[in-house]
C-alpha cells in the first residue's frame, strides 16, 4: 500500500478531481505521505482523505493539498518565498518545498512540529525553515512572503498575514467555524480581492503554543 503504484492511482485520482498543474501532481505523485502518518494507518496512507495525526490535528485530504497548491501558483509572478500556517504532518510542507525556493512553516504544536521535522529530515529536504508559533502571527521577522497557506481555519482573515505579502501575493486559508470556506486572496494596490473556493473541513485555527 505504499507503492509508487499506490501513489499514481492517487494522482489519476486527483487529475479526474481537477488538478490540472504538472509540477503539483509530480510533487503529489514523488513525496511518499505513509510517512507523514502513525505506521499502524498505513494502509490508508493514498486514500483521499484527511487522517488523524494526534493531539487532535490531522493531515490534510490530499485533493485539498494538491488544490490549494495549485491556486497558489496560479499566478504569474514568480512564488519563491512561501509561508505555511500549521505544519502539522509535514506532508503539505513536504508538497510545497518541492515546488518553490524557501518554505517557512509555523506551527503551535511542538512535539508536531519535531516530528514533522524528523520526516522532511529523512526525505532530505531542506529548503525549510520551522518555528514554533501561533498562526494568527505569522512570522513578521521572515516576511514579506510571495504566498502564504494555510491549513487552520480562523473565525476571520487575520489581517497580520495580509500585511506579510508582498504586494500581488497570494493567501489560500479555509475560514469559519462551524461552517468553513476556502478563500484565496490576492494582494492588489487597490485591496484584496477575495474569492470562494468551496466548502471544506479543516482543524480550528487556535490561539498560543503548546510545548
Not at 510542507?93 to 506551527?107: G, R
Not at 502564504?148 to 501575493?169: F, H, R
Request: glycine share 8%; with cysteine; hydrophobic share 40%.
Amino acid at each position: 500500500m505504499t507503492s509508487q503504484r499506490t501513489r499514481n492511482r492517487l494522482v489519476e485520482r486527483l487529475v479526474e478531481k481537477g488538478v490540472s498543474d504538472g509540477p503539483v501532481l509530480d510533487a503529489m505523485r514523488a513525496v511518499p505521505r505513509h510517512l507523514f502518518i502513525d505506521e499502524a494507518m498505513a494502509s490508508r496512507s493514498y486514500e483521499d482523505t484527511a487522517l488523524p495525526i494526534g493531539y487532535g490535528q490531522t493531515i490534510s485530504q490530499p485533493w485539498v493539498v494538491a488544490k490549494m497548491t495549485q491556486w497558489l501558483l496560479e499566478t504569474h509572478q514568480p512564488i519563491k518565498k512561501v509561508l505555511e500556517i500549521g505544519t502539522g504532518s509535514g506532508y503539505q510542507t513536504a508538497i510545497l518545498s518541492m515546488l518553490v525556493e524557501k518554505v517557512y512553516s509555523v506551527e503551535r504544536i511542538q512535539p508536531l512540529s519535531e516530528r514533522a521535522q524528523l520526516t522532511l529530515n529523512k526525505l532530505e529536504l531542506d529548503n525549510v525553515e520551522f518555528a514554533l508559533s501561533d498562526g494568527h502571527w505569522g512570522w513578521a521577522e521572515k516576511a514579506p512572503f510571495d504566498a502564504i497557506i494555510s491549513a487552520a481555519s480562523p473565525a476571520e482573515l487575520p489581517l497580520e498575514l495580509i500585511n506579510q505579502l508582498k504586494m500581488g501575493g497570494r493567501l489560500v486559508m479555509p475560514i469559519g467555524e462551524s461552517k468553513q470556506l476556502l478563500y484565496g486572496f490576492v494582494k492588489t494596490p487597490e485591496g484584496v480581492t477575495k474569492t470562494c473556493l468551496g466548502e471544506v473541513m479543516f482543524v480550528p485555527m487556535k490561539q498560543g503554543v503548546e510545548n
